[in-house]
């Protein structure tokens, strides 16, 4: 149990444009999904925090226009990269909480995106 | 403010030996610590959690101990085995914040383990 999937596993886009990712979680509901950036050899930045049914909570310095989060369902978020540019490529992952009292408190992670702008 | 620091950011193991990981915190506030394996290009897969109440749990090959006086844990994996190559983060969460406590990650150590 506690699957979560991100679509599309790997993105090459031109510059200037938008992309989506999706981000599920198959088998439990999540009220509260996260979205992480990875840069090479680096620690996993927490970007935003998408609460279902409600704003996304932004990380200081993620641009809130720039990446635009939705939770409109207990089982999806996606992610948009609105006007893409070169430095946007990275590695973005999502990961899940579960949503229900008694259930486990750690997070569990999509299998990642890698976005390439060129 | 790197919270949670993890000084070594590579380790090399031979095969069927013991791997120790190490992590410190500053937030003596953080009350759930959780180890993570992760792949190159792959999502971090959950590993191990402890409670601050606790000092040790166990999993298998897998032990974490938690010494809050010092704000340090470790993993410890025994036997280690080439499989076990990966990147571990460890992460921890504050005791406030309510359903959406987030995870505050450590920077990770590439474990390698020689066969």
């Known amino acids: 149990g506690a699957v979560v999937s991100q679509h599309p596993s790997r993105v090459i886009c031109k510059s200037g444009t938008s992309v989506k990712i999706e981000c599920r979680s198959l088998?439990?509901?999540?009220?509260?999904m996260f979205w992480y950036r990875q840069f090479p050899k680096k620690s996993l930045m927490l970007m935003a925090t998408?609460?279902?049914?409600?704003?996304?909570?932004?990380e200081q310095g993620v641009e809130k226009d720039k990446f635009l989060i939705n939770h409109a369902s207990l089982t999806l978020s996606t992610l948009t990269v609105t006007s893409a540019h070169p430095e946007d490529s990275s590695f973005y992952i999502c990961?899940?909480?579960?949503?229900?009292?008694?259930?486990?408190?750690?997070?569990?992670f999509g299998p990642g995106t890698r976005l390439t702008v060129l | 403010d790197q919270q949670v620091k993890q000084n070594s950011p590579s380790l090399s193991v031979q095969e069927g030996r013991i791997s120790i990981l190490n992590c410190d915190y500053t937030?003596?506030?953080?009350?759930?610590f959780l180890w993570y394996k992760k792949y190159p290009a792959e999502g971090p897969t959950f590993l191990i959690s402890?409670?601050?109440?606790?000092d040790k749990n166990e999993d298998g090959r897998f032990t974490v101990f938690l010494n809050k006086s010092a704000k340090h844990l470790s993993l410890h994996i025994v036997p280690s085995q080439p499989g076990d190559s990966a990147v571990y983060f460890c992460a921890a969460r504050p005791l406030y914040g309510g359903a959406t406590n987030k995870l505050i990650f450590g920077t990770g150590t590439l474990l390698a383990v020689q066969p």
């Open positions: 998408s609460n279902e049914g409600s704003k996304a909570t932004y």
């Open positions: 088998d439990f509901q999540a009220t509260t």
């Open positions: 402890i409670s601050s109440i606790k």
């Open positions: 990961s899940a909480r579960w949503g229900l009292a008694g259930g486990p408190r750690e997070q569990f």
């Open positions: 937030n003596s506030m953080f009350d759930y």
